[in-house]
């Protein structure tokens, strides 16, 4: 079974909690606006590690998967909130949570979705002492998203941003909800200190690599399989590693305004494409896939440690 | 010692958190941003009660310092996102968030304080099931918040709202914090579920009649003393119980744009005076006061019940 179909298998039975744990309650359409993203799809990948994570371990996976959808929640979450400060009006070729509700449903959606995850993941079936960590670990997580939405943004207004910069705004913005995602797996399923910094690494490391690969894929994929505008990090002026590759190579995109020609579009990636920064980007990633899979060497071998191993790969090849 | 004294005894222990527990980490603004609203003041009634509810039954009061100052930053993220959307330029005399920082930086910074809280009330020290227990109904209570505010927003928009529709918007919007914050103190000083049970029901009628008294204050209070635009409710067209009230009187108050004068704003409160609307309300947030306090008898008598009983008084009473 591809690793795709892997995923799909456990994303399923995440999907079959909503009905159970973010039923349509009153006010009926501020549950509509929280759903809206969830159901108009999602590759579902962190949930998917979380169980990965749990089984790696030998855990129970029946047992966390309220927690794995406690995961999707908060992405979806943060996706809700990003899409109105980055004022994105499609999102998995649906229009977005603030352009069909408008903003304040849109704030409160969010908001929504975020409370439930906590009281989700603290009604997980576990020890208490393990619960608790594992809601320490999401709220502190949570935290760094909002510190790295806030230097994502920064760096819109800036001239230049380093490398270094970048690598940290990243690993916040991204790469602490997958980090999350599996030591709250391990934690739940029984392991022990030096596993769940373990997997907790290679959770931060596949995240940075997962974005770096979104960050080529918005400049490369055709707009029909991207589900939102193609190049909308170039017009938003964001730094992505690709971007900054090119400034330090001395090329001037010049400024790329929201609603471009696709010519305008075509142009500036074909540049970026000429300056070698896409194919820097993704050896970088590519790099950090190498590294974050020796992580994994702490664990016992099973079939889901090849999985997870699969699944690092598949962060640097997916086409979406 | 007068009961706001006491209050402001207790929210001084609360004050001198912040440094520990919110310090203006990077990015600096961020956390500027999101400790605007708690420097520009604010009462601490909620924290206030949290520590007088561990008082009452003999509670380690400075163990639950952290969980009172969690109660407070939940407090100022609703506030934060409130403002957004309720498009307020003033609270406490001071310019909002968005309006200070712009909307995506208040809408990461209300963000900010949820995790913030969450993360500090997990950190607290005390039996890890009492822990979760705490972590359950504060999510519960922030889910509840958000669709306590959808309705407030949602009613704005109808004719007519019914006084039971009210008091359920209000229970969820405002009730419900003070109710965690009471049983949050309780629980967190070692009782059993009953008086869990009765301080969370005494904390959620304190805040309904917290929010009846607060809207009669935002009628009858002068600009300078209230901090925020005098009839502010008026103009959004909020429906308090006071204009349920007047509109079931029959008293038709015209369409109150913002931006309405002063003389507009002064005829509108004295129909309602003359409606005995505002009368009414009063009467409604007195009988909750009394009400309420029964619900103490299962505590032992101390200082700390009498405290709350006084604290409960106040709810009505007080002018700002």
Redesign the interface.
Known sequence: MHITEEVKKRSKMVNGLAEELLPV???E??YLASRHLMEAGGKRLRPAMLILATEAVRGDVQKVLPAAFSIELIHNFTLI?DD??DQDILRRGYPTVHLKWG???A??A???L???A??IL??VDA???R??RC??I???T??EI??G???D??FEGLPKVSEAEYMKMVKKKTGMLFAAAMSIGGILGGCDKKEAKALWEFGKTMGIAFQIRDDVLDLITPEEELGKDRGSDLMGGKKTLVRIHAFEKGIKLGHIKRGASKEDIDAAVQALHNAGSIDYAMEKAQQLVVQGKTKLDVLPDSRAKELLKELADYMVTRTY
């Open positions: 309650a009153q006010p359409e501020l909130h109105i400060m903003l304040p449903a704030i409160l969010g908001d929504t975020y409370s439930k906590i009281e603290a009604g020890p208490p002492d619960v608790v809601l320490n999401l709220s502190k949570c935290t909002c510190e939405q806030w230097m943004m920064m």
